[in-house]
């Protein structure tokens, strides 16, 4: 297993246009999340998945971000009429179901993939 | 709410001493996870260490260690040795305790190790 995968590592588009990344996770991994990182700032959470459920969205998930997991296996993450304020670093973190975090055996660590750059000009 | 802050936002090492990186942390809950990620220039977030709030010790893992003050709230992580490679964006983090478990990350320190 090669971790968490993201494809395209880089995408420059032009505002209007509608971009799709894809994550692929970790095979075991039931759970699934995406982030948005901007410059300067720390990852925050748009949506996750356990299997193929989408099971809660941020508000920072517009109309316009639409994400998938057919088949509880790779997601991808749609954003259509792309705005310059959509540019930033999309994460995709994949683990197992969550235990109890109070002890390091409830860990299920977040295993994040390398990103997807997204630029809006 | 549950909050994490990182007050530093850039901090300097010389090669091969220690630094600290500061992070303090608020919820509600008595079970909670804490969490330290580095970030290189490469994008990756790689995961470095977890404390869980009912474990006594302190957690390490090689040159990492995380000084958790539980009274305190603070959660800092301790780089022994420092090297060239260590530098980059570090972010504690905070397992949120709802069924998501998802993280909510601060806004990171970024370090920086001179030869």
């Known amino acids: 297993d090669t971790g968490v995968s993201q494809d395209p590592r880089h995408k420059i588009t032009k505002r209007g246009q509608n971009v799709t990344f894809r994550c692929d996770p970790i095979s075991e991994h039931n759970r699934l999340y995406w982030y948005r990182q901007t410059l300067g700032q720390g990852p925050e959470f748009l949506t996750y998945f356990q299997n193929e459920a989408q099971l809660e969205k941020s508000r920072l998930l517009s109309d316009r971000f639409s994400a998938e997991r057919p088949k509880g296996s790779f997601s991808t993450l749609e954003i259509q009429r792309t705005e310059q304020g959509d540019s930033a670093m999309y994460l995709c973190?994949?683990?197992?179901?969550?235990?109890?975090?109070?002890?390091?055996?409830?860990?299920?660590?977040?295993?994040f993939g390398a990103g997807s750059r997204l630029t809006v000009l | 709410a549950q909050k994490i802050t990182q007050t530093q936002p850039g901090m300097f090492v010389q090669e091969k001493e220690a630094v600290t990186l500061d992070c303090t942390y608020d919820?509600?809950?008595?079970?909670?996870?804490l969490f330290w990620y580095k970030q290189p220039s490469s994008g990756e977030m790689i995961f470095l260490i977890y404390?869980?709030?009912?474990?006594?010790q302190n957690a390490t893992e090689g040159r990492y260690s995380l000084n958790f003050q539980k009274a305190r709230k603070s959660a800092n992580l301790v780089i022994s040795a420092s090297q060239l490679g260590d530098s980059a964006m570090y972010f504690c983090?905070?397992?949120?305790?709802?069924?998501?478990?998802?993280?909510?990350f601060g806004s990171g320190t970024r370090l920086l190790v001179r030869p």
């Open positions: 973190a994949s683990s197992l179901a969550g235990t109890d975090p109070g002890r390091t055996s409830g860990a299920n660590v977040l295993t």
């Open positions: 404390q869980g709030s009912y474990d006594e």
């Open positions: 983090a905070m397992r949120v305790m709802d069924s998501s478990y998802k993280l909510i």
């Open positions: 919820t509600s809950d008595q079970s909670y996870g």
